[in-house]
């Protein structure tokens, strides 16, 4: 029996990250996952590294915060798997001229005369250039965090908490992670009310020199280091989410079999809206389901058992405040989690909250925590 301080189970970005923050500090850490590394979302992912532009709020502060830190860490980490050229927004629907002017972010504002200058392949467009965006290749990333951790392929239907250990046939720790994605928790968490968000991303080899990272709807990237240029991503929500299980990988799920090619189209009629891309050839395909929150909000935090802390504190549902020690949590069971559209900016930042926050005792902020979603829940 090998024993481990943790074992992670999920190793997308929230399982790789959290599970090399720890390594770091000198934890011994077992990272399970029933695929392999970057099997599910992650391997799926754009993976576009973008400011949050807009008037300043909770959230888009927190997105830039993780963007800013993320950067750094993986240029750090593995400068070769990061393309950091920066990203032109394209004003639409969602994101007006006005959204992208007023904020707090410095940006240049590009002309089309000015972009037409930069390449006679851009569109008819004009834009907002961020310094502080890049793209990365998600496996790479996910290899390279995993390199000291031992990694096991094994599908988990269950945990047993025995005499202080949870032990997984031959390994055991005292500490669990839950780093799942999209997939049914391993411990039932009700007020983590994950919905599933589809989508599809391709990668296309292409002779066009793209300066850097568009975005609009979609988003397009500056050619990287393996040749290969991406464009991501379809957003569909699966309204049947309560009845499917959302296995690891898309290419198990009909519903994507059926609409693959009209995504795949989409996807390249948008991106020469943009820019003209030529010799095109679609070289790979990727499908996943981003795990997201209503409040679009990372989840990270003890896990605590709903059941047990609403009957113990029955008044908690009237609006009694009753302090974080006295819930009832799984034992010594963390979830990190609903990392939405955006899991790798937001992985590494994840994985030093939560990792200070098991070693050090530093508070996670309230709008990331586990409790704020279970009083939420429990007051409603
Ligand atoms: C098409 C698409 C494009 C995206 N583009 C971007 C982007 O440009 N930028 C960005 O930052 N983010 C992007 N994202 C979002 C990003 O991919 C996700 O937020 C991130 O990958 C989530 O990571 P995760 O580790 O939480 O989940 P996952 O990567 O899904 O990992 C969870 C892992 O847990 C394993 N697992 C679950 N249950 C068990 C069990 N019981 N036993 C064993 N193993 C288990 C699964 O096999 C899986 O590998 C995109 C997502 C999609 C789908």
Do not use: W
């Not at 200058?117 to 907002?128: C, R």
């Not at 049914?184 to 020199?209: E, N, Q």
């Not at 909000?297 to 008044?315: T, W």
């Amino acid at each position: 029996m090998k024993t481990y301080d943790f074992i992670i189970i999920g190793a997308g970005s929230a399982g790789c990250n959290i599970s090399y923050a720890l390594q770091k500090s000198a934890k011994k850490i077992a990272v399970i996952d029933r695929k392999g590394i970057a099997r599910g979302a992650s391997g799926a992912a754009g993976a576009f590294l973008s400011p949050l532009p807009g008037k300043e709020n909770l959230y888009n502060n927190f997105v830039n915060s993780a963007l800013e830190f993320s950067i750094d860490f993986y240029e750090k980490l593995i400068p070769e798997a990061v393309n950091k050229k920066g990203v032109l927004r394209v004003p639409n629907d969602n994101f007006e001229l006005n959204k992208l002017k007023d904020n707090a972010l410095s940006y240049g504002y590009y002309d089309n005369k000015k972009l037409q200058d930069i390449s006679k392949n851009f569109k008819e467009i004009d834009g907002y250039y961020y310094e502080n965006a890049a793209v990365i290749n998600p496996l790479t990333v996910c290899t390279k965090l995993l390199e000291n951790c031992d990694l096991y392929i094994k599908d988990i239907k269950k945990l047993t908490f025995e005499d202080g250990f949870y032990n997984i046939d031959d390994i055991r720790a005292k500490n669990i992670i839950l780093a799942q994605g999209g997939s049914s928790s391993l411990v039932k968490v009700p007020y983590m009310a994950i919905t599933h968000v589809f989508g599809l991303k391709i990668d296309v080899k292409t002779t066009t020199k793209i300066p850097f990272n568009i975005h609009k709807s979609i988003s397009v990237s500056t050619n990287k280091n393996d040749g290969t240029v991406a464009i991501g991503a379809t957003q569909i929500r699966h309204f049947a989410t309560n009845e499917i299980e959302c296995y690891t990988t898309c290419d198990e799920c009909g519903f994507y079999v059926d609409s693959e090619k009209d995504q795949i189209d989409s996807l390249l009629t948008q991106a020469n809206e943009l820019i003209k891309l030529e010799n095109l050839e679609v070289v790979k395909i990727f499908k996943g389901a981003r795990a997201t929150i209503k409040s679009f909000f990372p989840v990270i935090g003890k896990a605590i058992d709903y059941k047990s802390s609403v009957e113990k504190h029955p008044s908690i549902k009237n609006g009694t405040k009753i302090p974080f020690d006295a819930l009832e949590y799984y034992p010594n069971i963390h979830v990190i989690n609903a990392l939405g559209s955006r899991g790798f900016v937001f992985g590494p930042y994840l994985a030093k909250i939560l990792s200070e926050n098991l070693l050090n005792d530093v508070e996670i902020p309230k709008e990331i925590s586990t409790q704020k979603l279970f009083y939420k829940m429990a007051r409603k």
